[in-house]
């Protein structure tokens, strides 16, 4: 490290190309490696990083170094450095917010993207990655019977953004644009978009970055009558009040598995009532949209047709490494007209043919990465009925950590599960009048024992408030869970309750 | 591939988890080895993609498969379907656009990002993911020499965004908040954004996002006699001009590095213009500021003092594969204030101590890569002199070239060169009138050039247009690229010159 460069002066390192093909070839097979023994290992590092904040400061030198370093050198310093200070996402103990789960083909399809490393923003600057994400967002969108209109097969189309921030935010400027466009620019502070106080707080980020007056953002109060999914009733109402007000309704962004407890927003009565209103819908479906490949789950889309735009994250469920945010729109231009730059250096004939896409103008940054191959790779090298399959045993899991904690009467499942997400608390019911005196209530009991959990390093949960209701999360999803980590966490969760709930 | 699927069905393909470590290991040497063959081949391709646009949807299936295929197909099909789709970004013949130049390191620290798949949002989700962004921005701030104020040890701060396009959004985003709160919402109409006609179109984009009226966007119009760089009094004048119409300034983005002719733009007089009217500057040098960290070109970055923010590419000219683009701002709470979301599901001690960095509120996302180790990587296997000397090899070869074809009479450098960008063009003075009169001006001839190198594959090349003249711009940079290339490079320009020039 630093300190050390005295001691390797530059002569003992190799002059050769940093893209040395034989050097190359000699890293990376030393880097295959420790991954796969990173994987092997993954079930002996605490879940979640026990480090303090701070810690790496400490151990690293204050500058960079003046002098090659060998990879066999900071490889050690990952192991002995980074490692610890790792929250092991990959891990089949990982049961915290959503997963984003990794595979082999994923991989793969990362170091190819990288490998070849060409910035793809538009046609010209690598035919094959804009003609193969054009293709492979066919594929999927055929695989979660979207219909034809979002398809480009229909006039619509499919683009890989990063996360579903990005997607909210291009489909929101479109919307905005278009509608400013008709009533005049002076009109920006009148728009107002609509959510549930359970939509996602990245539409409120980029309802925010798009200029939309905070005060005409509604998180309209999602009650657990409806099971904490958006009424219908209450959109309408809420528009119609912002009508009376001179306002105007702009954009809705409904959601298929909400972050908290993976609740499902009625689509079709929701698209039924923004129809009546120009309303741009946007369906964010970040987590359970994967699911929907499966036909028992393809019902949670109905009403899509409704909608103006779609979106589900591939790297949370899918396989797919982060970041791979798909969205779909029924109406490219409108993207386009809104995000497309001409500067003359981009200037080529293939662009000025109208033949192509050319990806730069669906997306806020100019460059792009290679994203499809991955895309590519994860489907064809599982293949669709594998995939379905692994979707399902995740359920199949979370449904077996339920029925665990069910049979435990001092535990509560505190919304109905749909996908992989189990919401649970222990219940009220469970605390004696002892225990009661020493802790402020129920909420703070729930909070000890995430705490208490996560602390131990066996497994990684997290948690949510819904309704003033403190609960724990315990999403199923990570690539390498089997069935006995479920029997093991379920284990863990009542040997931490009988602690806490034991005065 | 899919019309192959009943040839092999499921029964034939292991049942293995998707991150098996066994068949990690397995694929990930076969890649390994597919990838250094692909650099050792790289010169046998041409260097622009020779396809016809809507060539992948006529090899590949309409659906994605059904059921597994081994990765050894699916190699065979990228080798087959997808390179000669690929512009080649790594080949040493590639000086098209800015370069995005790779490294062993680069890749590497990809892998490793890829394969511990964290999400680090924010910083308990993965300490060591926050904390090694940290060490590294304040390591690659100390190499540019940036004031402390932009450092984490001097109040500021950095993080590595996608692209300067994000860059440019998130500081745009903070300084129009930061305005709107003192001012009120209701003048958003009012705020008046600054560049010059050179500025990257990234900045009209993240305007347009911003929600700055189309009409407050000024590219001031940079001319010969600056050698297209902005001037402090066009600016001046400019900004007085909007006060008088009751507008507002707001930011301005100057450039160390335009993308058309690396022009550098006057930061310390321009500041010095900003700071009577309290403008957020935000300097841009996406493509030079590597350069920057050699000691003999810092003083392009003169005057980053004045400004708000700073940002680089170091996917660019740093050997960092994209995505990786560095940002530092002196405020970190400015653009906190502007984009930090707080929902109850993120919620968790550390971020409550106020001890850690968390990275979510400094972007536009809320997932993020752990970008960071690549960039760590890079420092370290190759060291800071190593680097420099990389750098300054490639600005040595532009130079080089420049001589090559400044020693032939039919060509002019039409822009002085600073970094390694050669701006050049068949001169008006090359053109016979016999010629003449069969091209309509210099700019076809010039145009039709570039084409025809381009249509040969021996080597890449992009164009611009300044002040209504067509320029050839022959960016050196890639990795791969030695003196033998250069040379080469000089005598394609001739060969096709005698072609085109002869009648």
Known sequence: ???????????????????????????????????????????????????????????????????????????????????????????????????????????????????????????????????????????????????????????????????????????????????????????????????????????????????????????????????????????????????????IPLYLCATVGTTSTAVVDPLEPLCNVTKDYGIWVHIDAAYAGSACICPEFRHFLDGVEGASSFSFNAHKWLFTMLDCCCLWVKDPNALIKSLSTNPEFLRNNATDSKQVVDYKDWQIALSRRFRAMKLWLVLRSYGVEKLRNLLRSHVQMAERFEELLATDKRFEIVVPRIFSLVCFRVSPSAISTELLKHENNINEINKKLLESINASGSMHITHTVVDGMFMLRFAVGATLTEEKHIIMASKVVKEHADAILTF
Chains 1, 2 share one sequence.
Not at 157 to 167: L, Y
Not at 176 to 204: P, W
């Open 1 to 247: 490290m630093g300190s050390l460069n005295f001691d390797h002066p530059p002569e003992f390192f190799p002059n050769e190309s940093p893209l040395d093909p034989n050097e190359f070839r000699r890293q990376g097979h030393i880097i295959v490696d420790f991954i796969a023994d990173y994987y092997e290992n993954i079930e002996k590092y605490p879940v979640l990083s026990q480090v303090e904040p701070g810690y790496l400061g400490k151990r690293l030198p204050k500058n960079a170094p003046d002098y090659p370093e060998p990879i066999e050198t900071i490889l050690q310093d990952v192991q002995d450095h980074i490692v610890p200070g790792l929250t092991h996402w990959q891990s089949p103990n990982f049961f915290a917010y959503f997963p984003a789960n990794g595979s082999i083909a994923g991989f793969i399809g990362e170091m190819l993207a990288t490998g070849f490393n060409v910035v793809g923003f538009n046609w010209v600057a690598s035919p094959a990655a804009s003609e193969l994400e054009s293709i492979v967002m066919d594929w999927l969108g055929q695989l979660l019977c979207l219909p034809n209109s979002f398809l480009f097969s229909g006039g619509g189309g499919g683009v890989i953004q990063g996360t579903t921030c990005d997607a909210i935010l291009c489909t929101l400027v479109a919307a905005r644009d278009q509608m400013l466009r008709r009533i005049g620019r002076e009109n920006i502070g009148k728009l107002v978009v609509y959510c549930s106080d359970q939509t996602h707080s990245a539409f409120q980020k980029a309802s925010q970055i798009a200029g939309i007056h905070p005060r005409n953002f509604r998180a309209i109060k999602a009650s657990i009558s409806t099971s904490f999914a958006l009424s219908p009733e209450s959109l309408r109402s809420t528009i119609c009040s912002d009508l009376q007000d001179g306002l």
